[in-house]
């Protein structure tokens, strides 16, 4: 048997082991696991050290060593992710719905774990422990695949938590690692169909494609972001400009960042300039259609790609409109689905926008930066869904959940 | 470019006029597809005529070709269906949830068609009407792959679906058809991620089986039910024998019939010869465990296959078991996800049984008959899933939709 079957058997193995653990006991875990990380914390800082000496050495940049160094303080961070985990509610167990029918029988629908959930990521080497934290609570076990990259860290990390389940008498085998570099295995990983219930890619644009386009297993898609912000005629346009900052320039990197304005052409005389102006300060370099370039003095002009594309940069492109309709339409052509914003005080453009943007978060005078599992309430995220099966938009802990229906009847029959 | 493409595409241009339907103008819509397709009776029915010719030259099973027969009967049963989904609430709209933010930002949660619905069905013309009914009042549009057996028929039920929406000033494209018998084009719709945003396939197995393995759209899995009945030793053996005659007997080539008969050690004694007597008159074949063989003078040995065969037959398997967790573990290694049941008097047992079965629907005291959208009281069904993601169950107009955010702020930027 192959190795990756191996690990994917042995933790489906464990599902129905872990998805009778209590509340109590799921905290205990939990609590004891941040302990832990920080106990071993000399093993996993010397394990990533190597993975850190080892990425330089192959040439990697900053950002990217950044991504994946670990510190005491980050080992914290990720200590107290997991308490905070522990602190949130159990999804599972709960009564969604209950209703009789008149054939006698009665009907509970109750939330329940996925059970196996498979999760592929690169070279940040807290998911590990993030996962895990997310997925036990759940109720769900988990198979991880990490980048080749953090190998060093995520088997450091890997074996505090099974420590820690182990002394708390829990099944270790709820969170393994494929403690490989090989590429075949993500590929096998994606056939596990019957034993793996759902991957969870995160990280680049590129590997989620590849999960989505290759995996047998169901996928949650996650992530790519290219969100854009109307600004229309009715727009407090002072006002505007923090929005749009806020927006674009907080983090570039991130999904729920901006990458595209879309002005009103009634307005784009008076608002242009202010916003050149703002983007200017921030070193937001711009990508402009004909008809707004002459109100933008640093602009490029745009191609059709600009508008399709996801920068995660100081960058953004920008384009006119002549309606409230035609901003809509161009939005729902180049977006991912994932976080659209309109600017206005004309309730009646904001509720269209509402209405026919096609994305797991429409904004009105808000930023795109508020699509995130913590800014919802969530209290946890394990990544941000742009497909609509399932989950979209934040997930935490309840969209690791499926749930079951219990019927219960006096040896009741179809008729 | 492709017929198929060119159809998915005319079909996505489409959905957001679908998706401003509204409630009333969608059933007006249903209703007089009801009075249409009667209108168009003889149209029809001439189509089917070429369609079971056809398929009695090549020399049909007789059962399949009274799947594929439409009478004025069946013409009136879809017209009813139509009628029906008319009759019941729209399932998009709805206000899931609501919360404010310390942020300053109002969440609201609402339901919304998923858009685009691909549909891959075999030798029932039937599905047609009922598709296009689910998929237009939950507000999606519908790419329709029927078999080819079925071609004429199909494309007279769609030729008339799209005459209602033309008449009603409703965009005709939100049905369409791929009227080809080519493989190909179904492998070509398979591959149309980013166009249709799920696919549901319905009809046998290898046809389930096929999509979901091949299919870069997102799938729910229907269909497949080996459906277990467990008799605990607390179970009332006279009364458990007509539950499972329902289950076995009343409708034998459906999903939510039983397959498997398991019973506890300390009752096979009495409860046997009785399970054995009743099976004797509905003729139904049994395949025995070496345990349970002599108390049941008709049977033939099983085989560990028996225990995975969804017989569709009058044909069922028996095990026996020493508790009722063995019997769980039996279940959850040989069952399909789909329905089964525990007979017994005893709470704990029951509870255990509920509880750790993972199946869609689990049963105390109940047929397995029970898992159906009408039975549940969904007024409708596009399928059982017995996959864990997005819908689990009877699938209804519910199942159908997804949900996004709508995010209003004043101004609203993260801190």
């Known amino acids: 048997m192959s190795m990756v079957r191996d690990i994917c058997e042995r933790t489906a193995r464990t599902k129905y082991d872990v998805q009778l653990l209590s509340t109590e006991k799921k905290n205990a875990i939990l609590t004891r696991a941040a302990a832990d990380l920080v106990e071993d914390q000399d093993r996993i800082l010397a394990a990533n050290d190597c993975d850190v000496r080892a990425a330089k050495e192959k040439g990697m940049k900053a950002s990217m060593v950044d991504r994946l160094r670990l510190t005491p303080d980050r080992i914290a961070q990720m200590a107290e992710g997991l308490k905070q985990v522990a602190s949130l509610p159990d999804p599972v167990g709960r009564v969604l719905d209950a209703w009789d029918r008149p054939s006698g029988i009665h009907i509970e629908k109750v939330s329940v774990p996925l059970g196996v959930i498979g999760i592929i990521y690169e070279s940040r080497p807290n998911v590990t422990a993030d996962a895990f934290a997310l997925t036990l609570k759940s109720g769900n076990v988990v198979v991880l695949k990490g980048g080749s990259d953090a190998i060093f860290s995520n088997e450091a990390i890997t074996k505090s938590l099974q420590r820690t389940l182990r002394e708390e008498g829990a099944p270790e085998d709820a969170v393994l690692l494929i403690d490989s570099v090989n590429r075949e295995d993500t590929k096998e990983l994606m056939q596990m169909k019957g034993l793996v219930d759902v991957l969870i890619p995160r990280g680049s644009k590129r590997l989620i494609q590849a999960v989505t386009e290759n995996s047998r297993v169901p996928v949650i898609e996650t992530g790519s972001g290219n969100c854009c912000i109307y600004v229309d005629r009715a727009a407090d346009l002072e006002k505007s400009i923090p929005v749009i900052l806020n927006a674009k320039t907080q983090r570039t990197g991130v999904c729920n960042a901006a990458e595209s304005l879309i002005v009103h052409r009634d307005i784009e005389k008076d608002f242009l300039p202010l916003f050149a102006r703002a983007m200017k300060e921030h070193s937001v370099e711009l990508h402009a259609d004909e008809e707004s370039l002459p109100f933008l003095p640093d602009a490029v002009p745009a191609t059709e790609e600009d508008y399709e594309?996801?920068?995660?940069?100081?960058?953004?492109?920008?384009?006119?409109?002549?309606?409230?309709?035609?901003?809509?339409?161009?939005?729902?052509?180049?977006?991912t689905g994932h976080s659209d914003c309109i600017l206005t005080t004309d309730p009646a453009a904001a509720e269209k926008f509402l209405e026919r943007v096609d994305s797991a978060c429409v904004y009105v005078n808000a930023s795109t930066r508020f699509t995130d599992g913590f800014e919802f309430g969530f209290g946890a995220e394990i990544g941000i869904s742009t497909q609509k099966l399932h989950a979209r938009g934040p997930m935490g802990l309840t969209e690791l959940t499926s749930y079951k229906y219990r019927v219960t009847g006096d040896y009741a029959v179809r008729g």
């Not at 996801?310 to 953004?316: A, H, P, R, V």
């Open 309 to 335: 594309t996801e920068y995660l940069d100081l960058k953004m492109s920008v384009k006119t409109v002549g309606s409230v309709e035609e901003a809509i339409d161009h939005i729902n052509r180049v977006h």
